[in-house]
Nanobody, 123 residues
Framework: EVQLMESGGDSVQAGWSLRLSCAVS????????MGWFRQAPGKGREGVAR???????IYADSVKGRFTISRDSAENILYLQMNTLKPEDTAMYYC?????????????????WGQGTQVTVSS
């Protein structure tokens, strides 16, 4: 059974940092394209960052220079380091995985999802 489990969400003030983690089990993590998505109340699920099997990252414009995605293939963990957080970063954050070679920018390109972890940033 494939399982993705996020952790690290919290309520913080603007300008602070958080690191999200996503532990992956039951899946060949090394071959997977992994992504972080977020969904704010009343909005659609948007891509934040994704990383391919060669650890090449791609970021949404809204988080470039502030967020860093990384993967630890020895521990099967995906990370999202979030710095200089803004109130507009407030959302439920999800990690996702797919075995496809191409790392899609939209949610429908991923097969497996975690339950999400809440990030709330106050001004």
């Amino acid at each position: 059974e494939v399982q993705l489990m996020e952790s690290g969400g919290d309520s913080v003030q603007a300008g602070w940092s958080l690191r999200l983690s996503c532990a992956v089990s039951g899946y060949d993590f090394r071959r997977a394209c992994m992504g972080w998505f977020r969904q704010a109340p009343g909005k659609g699920r948007e891509g934040v960052a994704r990383i391919d099997r060669n650890s090449r990252p791609i970021y949404a414009d809204s988080v470039k220079g502030r967020f860093t995605i990384s993967r630890d293939s020895a521990e099967n963990i995906l990370y999202l380091q979030m710095n200089t957080l803004k109130p507009e970063d407030t959302a439920m954050y999800y990690c996702a995985a797919t075995g496809r070679t191409y790392c899609a920018s939209t949610w429908d390109g991923y097969n497996y999802w975690g339950q999400g972890t809440q990030v709330t940033v106050s001004s």
